[in-house]
């Protein structure tokens, strides 16, 4: 079976403070994803990459920045958080082509900015 | 990506059969209609993928008419443990790796 594991199930930081979420997949998948997901808004996509050190931007970049240096690893950074960005935040793999392909989610991590 | 338009929430109870119908009326050539589900505090699963006519796994059904503007998925006898999100999806079968997620459909099944 797949797995996503992601760092933490909650977290709750301050304001200004700097953000890692990280993410870690064990099929060697070549596509992982961030969403977050909010009451009303369903998931939406924040960075993608298809490739180690490539990324892509989702829907919804703006104050969030990704690494993969590590095929199985993708991290989402929050460079300096803000309460807006309390959310649900949802990691996802792929084995890699098109969006055909099925993507597995991790359990999410509870992000709470006070 | 053609933009998907689903009902917000359904109620059913168990052992009935759930119909869930997605519009699609944009969709390309080459575009393929996926399911998730989301259970509480989880993220969610994919379910099924067809591009027309029908597609039955052991989770549900998907049924698509010829001109492919809608889809409709199919929950067969539900019990409680069916109660989740569903998301319907219009995935491009071309190069491209974005899934686009809406609000999905909210289905409560009851007792």
């Known amino acids: 079976d797949v797995k996503v594991t992601q760092s933490s199930r909650y977290l709750v930081k301050r304001t200004g403070e700097k953000v890692f979420l990280e993410c870690v997949q064990d099929?060697?998948?070549?596509?992982m994803f961030w969403y977050r997901q909010d009451p009303g808004l369903g998931l939406r996509l924040i960075y993608f990459?298809?490739?180690?050190?490539?990324?892509e931007k989702g829907d919804i970049p703006e104050g969030y920045s990704v690494s993969r240096e590590k095929k199985e690893r993708f991290s989402l950074i929050l460079e300096s958080a803000s309460t807006n960005q309390t959310s649900m935040y949802l990691c996802?793999?792929?084995?890699?082509?098109?969006?055909?392909?099925?993507?597995?989610f991790g359990p999410g991590t509870r992000l709470t900015v006070t | 990506l053609a933009k998907t338009t689903q009902p917000i929430s359904m109620d059913s109870y168990e052992g009935q059969e759930v119909n869930i119908t997605c519009s699609h009326n944009?969709?390309?050539?080459?575009?393929?209609i996926t399911w998730y589900q989301q259970f509480p505090s989880q993220g969610p699963r994919f379910i099924i993928q067809?591009?027309?006519t029908k597609v039955t796994n052991e989770v549900a059904s998907l049924f698509i008419p010829a001109d492919r503007k809608s889809s409709t998925l199919s929950l067969p006898r539900v019990s409680l443990s069916d109660t989740a999100v569903y998301y319907c999806?219009?995935?491009?079968?071309?190069?491209?790796?974005?899934?686009?997620f809406g609000g999905g459909t909210r289905v409560l099944v009851k007792p």
């Open positions: 996802a793999s792929s084995l890699g082509g098109t969006s055909l392909e099925e993507q597995y």
């Open positions: 099929m060697d998948h070549e596509n």
């Open positions: 990459s298809y490739d180690v050190k490539m990324k």
């Open positions: 944009n969709i390309a050539t080459n575009d393929y």
């Open positions: 067809g591009y027309k």
């Open positions: 999806l219009v995935a491009p079968g071309t190069a491209g790796n974005k899934l686009t």
